[in-house]
């Protein structure tokens, strides 16, 4: 087995008083998809939000590519580098074109021309199929479309990992499936993937690896298979049983 | 008809246009659906249509019909002579319109004047018109050389030195006054009680500050040197050209990618160096006429000009600080727009322009409508950093995080996410500011700077034009210009408003 390409040790994270995430150890091997659920306030947010360094967090150690981030965040911008993220609620820049979008980080931040942006722009928005949109304001497209765009805009930076934040919690249900099945192909090429969502099906179909949290804590992890079938802790049963009546 | 209940229907032929029955297009239509269809717009339209006529009406008389068009002084504006009730009494502002525009500056010298606001008009429009290209030069232009032209135009004279007497000057005042402040304190030292200590930080600013003197020695030799040559200003200039050049082509990537930085910065010069020989800058330059003899349109113009192209930037430092996560950059920026904010403008114009000469160090004097445009542009900037800070507020946190994410820095976030909408936004707001910038410039006058209302209420007092209806038509031209302005300040906004927003509107 490869060296993990993401590796959390006795991450620690506390909001004034109230204690979110606690020594929370997880790898992530190259290539590998996660899947992360749980129920509400559990901290899954919270600990694929520290990854990139969107929240700081006060003891523990979180390594990506060999860029150590500790308490500190001192490698942040290293870290943001190798790390895509997509949200919730999109959080496409609505002033800018898809296109603009999707080619703003490669140009203000790895300084890549604009032509030379935009021909990998396109290529990017061809692989989530929505390239006749690229001049397009995000707020003229449907939800599906603008998630879309918004995998699109993480993939140009190049990002060695994606972490999803419940990526189809605010779409209609017909939508969810064009987002699914965009994720669907960037795991099948291979991406490492974190994905916070309660879209169990996915998670059968595509996660190496189960991981279920509960009160800021890693409950269970397990293969989709065993997690499924053979739920080990009382939490985890009852949880699963809720979702999956 | 043709029988749509049974089963099937096929038509057989298809029906022609034909008008709504009742009018709904049209005068008549236009009466009938919005103006009297129901007792309360009736009411409406009644007293709209009597508001009209007791507005517009007068006006008219006043302004066209019963004006007087064409006279030597005031008697052609006597009802006596006129045979009429005079209305506006236009021959005075024809006599008046060179005092309105320029004030007291001097009849040879006006065409300076002229030039300035047909280069800000060349300048201006094009920055203006989104379709057309260069915005970037157009705007560096206008934002920066227009200004410094603008001023060696207006106010006249040459200079001596360049950037590199400029610098060593800086730096040599920046290490007087530390040497100035350690010897305040050693002296402060014999008496007071806290002797020791004020002897050892006094001694230790001296210290400081005759390293200082050392290290800028080399500096000030050269400017010595230069200074004793003939040719000072063009030596200095070249100096300073290659020292600049040299840095934009380290900055902009060296040997690989700096020559686009280099090419840019040659042609700034060289294009620094063409105004400065055809404004004759480095044989002193156009006679000087000081401040206090602008006037008029003229003075209204560059105090607003430069309060609204000031205040702007102000305003987004201070609502960008407001929110900043650093105690001391928030404090100082809440102060700061409390401050202002509290202090009527008459109050910031008084302070500027009697109190703070009493502050300076001796020999140190500020022009006087330069006093006044500091005070204008701070006050204005505390209020539009409210503007600003509205439209910040309005910006999910999630675009920030979202930027972040894909690495983008906090200036890079700043300036490409957050600003481009928080001001989008809020154009309506810091255009009206904008506006009421505009009209508060009337309040120098009280300050004896004469704008264009100061010096109209100075020809009011000539008595070759007194007559009834002088103030009347006096104010009323006043009004019409400053509507002009300000009217046309808020079409364009909407305007910019209507585009900016083209992605708001599916
Ligand atoms: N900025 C904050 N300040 C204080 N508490 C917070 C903050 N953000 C989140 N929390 C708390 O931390 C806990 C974990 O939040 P988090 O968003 O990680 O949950 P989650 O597992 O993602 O839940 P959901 O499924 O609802 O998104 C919650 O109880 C929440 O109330
Ligand atoms: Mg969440």
């Known amino acids: 087995m490869s060296d993990p390409i993401v590796k959390i040790s006795g991450l620690n994270k506390w909001y004034g008083d109230f204690h979110v995430l606690r020594d929370v150890d997880l790898d992530v091997r190259k290539g590998e998809r996660i899947v992360i659920c749980g129920p509400s306030g559990s901290g899954k947010s919270t600990l694929i939000r520290c990854i990139n360094a969107l929240e700081e967090f006060q003891e523990g150690e979180i390594v990506v590519d060999g860029i150590e981030l500790g308490p500190n965040l001192k490698h942040v911008d290293a870290v943001r580098r190798e790390v895509g993220m997509v949200f919730q609620s999109f959080n496409l820049f609505p002033h800018l074109t898809v296109l603009d979008n999707c080619t703003l980080a490669p140009i203000w931040v790895r300084n890549i021309p604009k032509k030379d942006a935009e021909a990998a722009a396109m290529k990017f928005l061809e692989r989530v199929k929505i390239p006749h949109q690229a001049n397009k304001f995000p707020g003229q497209m449907s939800g599906g479309q603008q998630q879309r765009v918004a995998i699109a805009r993480a993939l140009t930076m190049n990002p060695k990992v994606m972490l999803f934040d419940e990526p189809t919690s605010a779409l209609d249900p017909e939508m969810v499936k064009e987002v699914l099945d965009t994720m669907v192909d960037l795991a099948e090429e291979g991406m490492t993937m974190l994905v916070v969502t309660h879209e169990m099906g996915f998670a059968r179909e595509v996660a190496n690896r189960v991981v279920f949290m509960d009160a800021g804590q890693i409950i269970e992890a397990n293969t989709p298979n065993e997690f499924f079938a053979a739920p080990q802790h009382a939490r985890t049963k009852l949880f699963l049983s809720q979702i999956l009546r | ?506």
């Open chain 2, 1 to 506: 008809m043709s029988d749509i209940a049974s089963s099937s229907f096929v038509r057989q032929d298809l029906l022609t246009e034909r008008p709504a029955p009742v009018k709904t297009t049209g005068f008549v239509g236009l009466m009938r659906t919005r103006l009297f269809n129901s007792p309360t717009n009736i009411l409406l339209t009644i007293v709209g249509a009597l508001l009209l006529w007791f507005t517009i009406v007068p006006s008219v008389r006043f302004l066209l019909v019963d004006a007087v068009w064409s006279g030597k002084d005031r008697t052609a504006c006597l009802t006596e002579n006129a045979g009429f009730a005079v209305g506006a009494c236009w021959p005075y502002i024809q006599a008046k319109l060179p005092q309105l525009i320029y004030g007291f500056y001097p009849e040879a010298e006006r065409w300076r004047v002229n030039l300035t606001f047909v280069l800000a008009v060349v300048l201006l429009v094009p920055l203006l018109v989104p379709r057309l290209p260069a915005k970037g030069l157009n705007a560096s232009l206008f934002f920066v050389a227009f200004p410094i032209v603008a001023f060696f135009l207006l106010h006249g004279g040459g200079i001596k030195g360049f950037g590199l007497s400029w610098t060593a000057g800086l730096l040599e005042l920046f290490d007087e006054s530390i040497s100035g402040a350690g010897q305040a304190l050693l002296s402060l030292s014999k008496t007071s009680a806290a002797g020791p200590l004020l002897w050892l930080v006094g001694s230790l600013i001296v210290l400081v500050g005759t390293a200082i003197h050392w290290l800028i020695l080399p500096l000030i030799w050269l400017r010595d040197q230069i200074q004793g040559a003939g040719q000072s200003l063009w030596a200095d200039f070249a100096v300073t050209a290659a020292v600049v050049c040299l840095i934009a082509f380290g900055l902009g990537g060296g040997l690989r990618t700096g020559w686009r930085a280099l090419a840019s910065s040659i042609a700034a010069f060289v294009a620094i160096a063409a105004v400065i020989k055809l404004m004759g800058l480095d044989r002193g330059g156009l006679p000087v006429v000081t401040t206090n003899l602008w006037g008029g349109l003229l003075v209204t113009l560059v105090v607003s000009v430069t309060g609204i192209v000031t205040s702007l930037p102000i305003g987004i430092a201070l609502a960008l600080g407001r929110r900043s996560t650093i105690p001391l950059i928030r404090i100082f920026s809440i102060a700061f727009i409390e401050f202002w904010r509290g202090v009527p403008l008459i109050t910031v114009l008084f302070f500027a322009t009697y109190m703070l000469p009493l502050f300076l160090p001796g020999n140190f004097t500020v022009d006087g409508l330069v006093r006044a445009l500091i005070g204008i542009a701070l006050f204005t900037g505390a209020y539009q950093a409210e503007n600003v800070r509205g439209g910040l507020a309005a910006i999910p946190r999630g675009q920030g995080e979202a930027a972040a994410a894909l690495g983008l820095s906090w200036w890079k976030t700043t300036s490409l996410i957050v600003l481009p909408q928080a001001l989008r936004h809020v154009i309506p707001n810091l255009v009206n500011s904008f506006i009421s910038l505009f009209k508060d410039t009337s309040l120098v006058s009280i300050v004896a700077l004469f704008d264009l209302l100061g010096s109209l209420r100075a020809s009011f007092s000539d008595p070759k034009w007194s007559t009834p209806s002088t103030a009347f038509t006096g104010f009323a031209f006043a009004g019409i210009i400053y509507f002009i302005f300000c009217f046309g300040m808020s079409r364009y906004s909407l305007f910019v408003e209507h585009r900016l927003n083209a992605h708001r509107r599916n």
